[in-house]
């Protein structure tokens, strides 16, 4: 059972969706704004944020970027297209994967529970690549001893692509391995998961040592 915040503006939608994530063995706090939501998550400690992303006032690309600016709750978007500009903003701010509304149910519970697994695979090993060091059992990174904050996404990307060092995977390997979508996903999501994470753990972004880029295939774990 996963504590869940539903920020979610339509009033049917909300409910529907508080009655069906609580059959599913869920408890659901709810919030109908940005504001509203954002006072919630500080007032409480969910392990999943669902947010809409077409929100009144404060939307929810800024709450999402809020969000992750206070902690690395997952975050889920609730998005009524599925290839549009707000989505690329809301994974660009943070969130760890998106749902196309009418958001069904069951589709809905797999993901929350998908993203939640992400930090629960344990093995007993130190992964030290110069100086990143990567815990599995722990689930810890540090970056010349200083830890890394990353999302449970980000973290279970790392984890998988520093697994065998060299190995060139594919968007549609990581897709099924870290978001565990068993269907040709959307490419973003690694894209700007790789993006986000880059930008902790590279000493330069644009031309990353850790995870590099191999183009017209996927990415790669280094370090060079």
Known sequence: MAAIL??????????GLE?????????????????DGLREFRSSTPDIVVLDLMLPGVDGVEVCRRIR????????????????????GGLAAGADDY????????????RIRAVLRRTTAVTDDVRLFGELRIDTAGLTVTLRGEPV????????FLLTVSRAPGRVLSREQLLLE?????????????????????????DDPAAPRYV????????????V
Not at 19 to 34: C, D, E, F
Not at 149 to 156: C, M
Request: aromatic content about 6%.
């Open 99 to 110: 749902v196309v509304k009418p958001a069904q149910p069951t589709v809905l519970d797999a």
């Open 149 to 156: 904050p990353l999302t449970p996404t980000e973290l279970r």
């Open 6 to 15: 539903l920020i979610e503006d339509d009033p049917l939608v909300r409910r």
């Open 19 to 35: 009655l069906a994530l609580s059959r599913h063995g869920h408890a659901v706090r709810s919030a109908p704004t940005g504001e």
């Open 69 to 88: 600016a206070q902690g690395e709750v997952p975050v889920i978007m609730l998005t009524a297209r599925g290839d549009d500009f707000d989505v690329v």
């Open 212 to 223: 590099q880029t191999v183009r017209g295939f996927g990415y790669r774990f280094g370090p």
């Open 178 to 202: 870290v978001w565990e979508h068993d269907y040709l996903g959307d490419s973003r999501l690694v894209d700007n998961c790789v993006q986000r994470l880059r930008a902790k753990i590279e």
